[in-house]
C-alpha cells in the first residue's frame, strides 16, 4: 500500500490532537456565526475520503457533524452555511460524495471540487458575489508542505476580511527539503518521520523558487544557510523559521498564533496547526482550546509549567510576557474604551500560547489596573472577574 493510503488506515493519536483542535474550535465558531445569521463557507481544501479505514471520521464529516449537531439542537431556521471540499484523488473523491450524501445534513450546500486551487476560486467567487456579511473558515491540511502557498493566504484575507485559517504547517517537511536542495549539512534528529509526503521534483531552481513560493518569499534562506548541524541546532532552525512564518501571516492577520503537535511521550514535532483570525475572540478561543489539548494529549507535560513549545513558564517568561503588556497598555489610546478581550487577545499573539486568557488577564492586566493605569469603564463592573472579555477598560492620564 502507498505511504499516503496507509494514512487513511486507523487514526494516529496526533491526527486524534488535529481533529479534536478543529472540532473544539467548530463549536463554538458555529454557534457564533448562525446566532448572527451571517452566511457562512466552510473551506476544506485536502478533504481526504471522508472515512478512515477504521470507522473514524475525516475533517469533512467532523465538521459536517458538528454544524449538523448546532442547527438541530440550537438554531434549525439558520440555513445559510455551505460547505466547499476539494480532493484530488477521483477515489477519494467518490468515497467523500457518498459519505456527505448518505447523511443527512442541514448545510444549505456541499460542493467537492477535484483540486484545493478550484476550490478556492469557488469560495472567492462567492465572496464576491453575495450581498450579505460573509464569514468563512479554512482548513488547511495538506500532506507535507507541497502543496502550501503563501499566496493564497492572502488571497483569502484580501477578499474576505472576516474569513479564519486553521493550517497545518509541516516544517519538518520543509527543513528536508531546505537542507535537499541547498545541500546544507543539516542532522535531522532520528526520531523525525515524514509520513505520506509528495517528494518535490525539478531542478534545484526550481524547488527554490517553489520553497519561495510556499514560504511567501526567499527569507528563509540565510536562516538556513546559516545553520549549524546538530539536533538542538535543528529544533531552533524549526522554530526559527516557523515563527518568521507566523510573523509574515501576522502582516495579514491581526491575531496568529501556533501549536507544535508532536508525538506522543516525545518532544518530536510532527507539525504546527496555525490559526489566524481577525476576531479576539477566536485568538482567545483557539488558545484555551490548544491549552486544554495540550494537557489532554500530554498528559505527562504541565502547561502550569511550560508554554506550548514546551518552554518553561516562569520569572523570565513571565518578565517577557509583562513587558509586552506593558507596551500593549501604552498604546492604548486615552480615553477610549477597549474590550479586555482585544488587550488579551494581543497578547497573546505577541507572546505565543502560555496561559488561559482568563490567567493571563489576572496575572498581566490586572496590576495596571490595580496601579491605576487603566480602569474599568463601568465602575460597578465586578472587578474581580477577569473571563468577561467584554469587559471594557481606559487608559487613565496621570494625574486624572
Ligand atoms: C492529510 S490528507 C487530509 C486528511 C483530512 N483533512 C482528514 O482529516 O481526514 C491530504 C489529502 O489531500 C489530498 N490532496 C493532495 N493534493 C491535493 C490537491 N491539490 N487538491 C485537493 N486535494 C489534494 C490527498 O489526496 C489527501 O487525501
Known sequence: MKQDRKFFVEKKSWSKTKDDLLSAYLVPYFAKISMRAEKLIYFDGFSGPGLFHDGSSGSPLIAL???DKHVKEHNPRYNDAAFFFSEKKADYRASLEEAIGTRMHAASETAVFAS???NLAAVVDAARTTSKHLSAFFY???FGIIDLDFGHIKTIRNNITSSEILLNFCSPGLLREMFCVKKINGMVPKDVEYGNEMRFEGSDEQRTLRLDRILGGNWWLEMAQSHKSGTDNYWDLEKAISDRYRQNAANLYTYVISMPITIPGSKTLKYRMMHMTNHPDGCITMNDNM?????HHNPQSSLFDEDIDGELLGSSRDDEIQQT????????????KIQLGVIIAKLISATGVTYRSSELGKRFIAPFEHDGVIQRADPHANSSSWSNNRIEFIRRRMGS
Open 65 to 67: 457533524g458538528i454544524y
Open 116 to 118: 484545493y486551487e478550484e
Open 140 to 142: 488547511i491540511d495538506p
Open 291 to 295: 491549552i486544554v489539548r495540550k494537557r
Open 325 to 336: 503588556a506593558e507596551k500593549l497598555v501604552a498604546t492604548m489610546p486615552f480615553d477610549r
